[in-house]
């Protein structure tokens, strides 16, 4: 299951936003500039989803109590939160808008899952909510791959 994690978290370290509102507009005039920009908007996001992904795995070693995950789980959404902002105040190619809609709803799911770690009951939901979290990332990455592709961007590997 660590594994699942860590290779989910390496992933959204390029791919992870939240929020379900989309209101972007058309803007860049190039793909290279908004590829640019689309770039320079994950390098936050990308600390912060290695962050979590190290406390995670020194709360996983401590048998810390799900309760004492809300600290980072905390950091982190709100980290997804401000990123996902980002990416709606922006303007985007018109031929991008849709992308970055379907970046900004997908990874709300992925802040949704990260979300409920620290309200978990018991061990017995660990296996559940890795498999949401696997699921949910395995789709963040694959939505941020398409705005990559649209800006000319190479793609993010999810393994």
């Known amino acids: 299951m660590k594994?699942?994690?860590?290779a989910a978290a390496a992933a959204?370290?390029?791919?992870?936003?939240?929020?379900?509102a989309?209101?972007?507009?058309?803007?860049?005039?190039?793909?290279?500039?908004?590829g640019a920009q689309f770039t320079a908007?994950?390098?936050a996001l990308s600390v912060a989803?290695?962050?979590?992904?190290?406390?995670?795995?020194?709360?996983?070693?401590?048998?810390?109590?799900?309760?004492g995950a809300s600290s980072f789980v905390n950091a982190y959404v709100s980290a997804m939160e401000a990123q996902d902002h980002?990416?709606?105040?922006?303007?985007?190619?018109?031929?991008?808008?849709?992308?970055?809609d379907a970046v900004v709803r997908g990874d709300a799911a992925v802040e949704g899952v990260v979300g409920i770690l620290s309200g978990l009951a018991s061990s017995s939901s660990d296996t559940d909510w890795f498999i949401a979290y696997s699921q949910d990332a395995s789709t963040a990455v694959a939505d941020a791959n398409i705005v990559r592709h649209d800006?000319?961007?190479p793609l993010a590997s999810y393994s």
């Open 86 to 100: 980002k990416l709606l105040s922006q303007s985007w190619p018109a031929g991008t808008i849709a992308d970055i």
């Open 22 to 34: 989309v209101v972007v507009s058309a803007g860049p005039a190039s793909a290279s500039a908004a």
């Open 41 to 43: 908007d994950r390098v």
């Open 3 to 6: 594994k699942v994690f860590v």
């Open 49 to 67: 989803s290695s962050t979590f992904s190290q406390a995670f795995e020194a709360w996983e070693r401590s048998g810390g109590s799900y309760a």
């Open 151 to 153: 800006l000319g961007l």
């Open 12 to 20: 959204l370290s390029v791919a992870a936003a939240a929020t379900s």
